[in-house]
């Protein structure tokens, strides 16, 4: 069992920055691939970011967020961030960390747990 925790999310304006931070329980976090994906107000949930087991995993991003949000994970302290820079109003959405051990990470069902969410609003 692995219960994820997400924090630092909140508002902020366009062009800004935010860090999201998922804690994980369990001494299994290493074998776990890490995913943040969002839902937008009335939209389905989408995929954000990936990053694979161990450390110094590989990366996958969304194209909407390329370039400009980094994934990455410290295994020792069983967390996973997400760097968000250059902020738009369309990142606005409720983000959640997601763990799963499937290898196909881009597909919501795939992961076995999940976080509560924390909301991010991107507004002047």
């Known amino acids: 069992q692995v219960q994820l925790v997400e924090s630092g999310g909140g508002l902020v304006q366009p062009g800004g920055s935010l860090r999201l931070s998922c804690a994980a329980s369990?001494?299994?976090?290493?074998?776990?691939?890490m995913g943040w994906f969002r839902q937008p107000p009335g939209k389905e949930r989408e995929f954000v970011a990936i990053?694979?087991?161990?450390?110094?995993?590989?990366?996958y991003y969304a194209d909407s967020v390329k370039g400009r949000f980094t994934i990455s994970r410290d295994n020792a302290k069983n967390t996973v961030y997400l760097q968000m820079n250059s902020l738009k109003p369309e990142d606005t959405a409720v983000y959640y960390c997601?763990?799963?051990?499937?290898?196909?990470?881009?597909?919501?069902?795939?992961?076995?747990?999940w976080g509560q969410g924390t909301q991010v609003t991107v507004s002047s």
């Open positions: 997601a763990a799963s051990t499937s290898g196909n990470w881009l597909s919501q069902r795939e992961y076995d747990y």
């Open positions: 369990g001494r299994t976090f290493s074998s776990y691939g």
């Open positions: 990053i694979t087991p161990r450390s110094g995993g590989w990366t």
